[in-house]
């Protein structure tokens, strides 16, 4: 008999083939608090015939907004969405690396403009996709590790 | 090329194309005259440029004020922020767009990098980019083309020596990647640990140039055409032995110069300390004063093209 480690959900939507080690990234991209109504299920770890191993999050009634899913694709450019309506699978896509992300990220440089409460939006063009790679349109500088800079 | 200057932004060298630089280093020697007051110009009468230095400046606030004065526009603004709104907390982008309604330009040094880009988004007039942190210093690197090219005839084919503090000196960066531009040669002299940084020999590098990288001074310059110093930070070193060490190796004295060509020419940014010996100021090679006066054509080039007095 197969064993389920964790049960089909009804609706909401799970996201699969995230990067190793990204699922608790994923948790505070989404917004994961003390005050959800619903269930989160987290697996670690997870054996994958495509990737070797990965993490998935699956998200009891809820679907993603654009903003979430370009921060998922930057901190996991292999993740797919699927969203659940009814147990069945309605919609499934792999996330896409927007070309300039705006507002969702923080620069890597301390002494950027940007990072000193002045009230404009966070802009990078993106250099490179797989790994990201992005440069502020402000200060110049190059950020590669996305998922310490995520807001 | 005909208008496409006026109301522009000078933020970054990288904005400009290598016949954008050509065209303003054109404007830039026609303004000679005026600028050693030689001839009288009314380009930019009834213009006021916005001055906003955040932080002490001498060649490049006085350049920009005598840039204006000669063209016959007025200067506002402040050169300490102590005193100003900004000291009660006003946030930059606030003080701009007030500067933006009282000017027809701005031009801005502060300290955080991407400031002027900032800033350039919020003024409706332009802005020009007077140094922000480490980040860019456009108009510096213009006025170290134009001396270049002034000596030299041409930017193409020199083989630059840059020496000093590398890797947090900002005019070093951007006019490195300028001269890639132009396709100088160029030849990075500095202790290992204040080298050239990678991100920018990447850029240098996508530009066709090849850099060569040494630590040693006295092979480099025997065939260069431009040594270009910068000063090395006491700061930097957290062993003041190693400090002395260091700046004694890359001090430009006439012993030095014993086996250079005889037409190189000497740069440096200024202020220098101890890098260039006072001895060398009488020899051909030193063209830093002249190239500090530059700054005054090359920044009035820049004013008349973005107000719209020069096309």
Known sequence: ?151 | MSGSFQGMDVVSIRDFSREQIEHVLKIAERMVPIAKGEESSKMLEGKILGSLFYEPSTRTRLSFEAAMARLGGRTLGFDEPKGSSVAKGETLADTIRMVDAYSDAIVLRHPQEGAARLAAHFANNPVLNAGDGAGQHPTQTMLDLFTIKKAKKKIEGNHVVVLGDLKYGRTVHSLSEALAKFGAELTFVAPPTLQMPKEHLKHIEAMGTKPKMSSSLEGAIKDADVLYVTRIQKERFPDPAEYQKVAGMFRIDLAMLKDVKRDMIIMHPLPRVTEIAPEVDATEHAMYFEQAFNGVPVRMALLSLVLGGSK
């Open chain 1, 1 to 151: 008999m197969k064993e389920f480690k964790v049960t089909p959900i009804r609706n909401g939507t799970v996201i699969d083939h995230i990067q190793v080690g990204m699922a608790l990234k994923v948790l505070r991209i989404v917004g994961v608090k003390e005050d959800v109504n619903s269930t989160v299920s987290v697996l670690m770890h997870v054996p994958s015939k495509r990737v070797g191993w990965k993490d998935i999050v699956k998200i009891e009634d809820r679907e993603l907004d654009p903003k979430e899913l370009d921060k998922i694709a930057l901190i996991s450019p292999n993740a797919t969405i699927n969203i659940i309506r009814d147990y069945n699978v309605a919609e499934k896509f792999v996330v896409e690396v927007p070309n300039s992300v705006k507002g969702i990220m923080r620069c890597s440089n301390p002494g950027c403009i940007t990072n000193k409460n002045e009230p404009v939006e966070t802009e990078f063009v993106v250099e490179s996709k797989k790994p990201a790679s992005l440069r502020c349109i402000y200060c110049d500088r190059v950020t590669t590790d996305i998922a310490e800079n995520v807001v």
